[in-house]
């Protein structure tokens, strides 16, 4: 669960597995795959940056794009 904040101050958490797509325009859209939308303070970058962060500690096993399991 990543941490963000509604455009009025209030903080919730997210689960960032739901993200479906991040839209950054004058606002910060998020919609996650069941239909619901969120408006957001934080940028694209700090929620990319949020998400990555929370898959590192929660132990997500991840290959690094343009690499296979086979390379040194």
């Known amino acids: 669960m990543i941490e963000l ?4 101050g209030e903080l919730f958490l997210l689960n960032s597995d739901m993200i479906e797509t991040v839209d950054a325009a004058a606002d910060t859209h998020v919609r996650l ?8 303070r934080e940028s694209f970058q700090d929620i ?4 990555v962060e929370f898959r590192r500690k929660a ?3 991840c290959i690094p794009f343009g690499t296979s399991e086979a390379e040194p």
């Open 5 to 8: 904040h509604r455009l009025n």
């Open 33 to 40: 795959v069941n239909g619901h939308h969120y408006v957001v």
């Open 48 to 51: 990319q940056k949020a998400v």
């Open 59 to 61: 132990g997500y096993a």
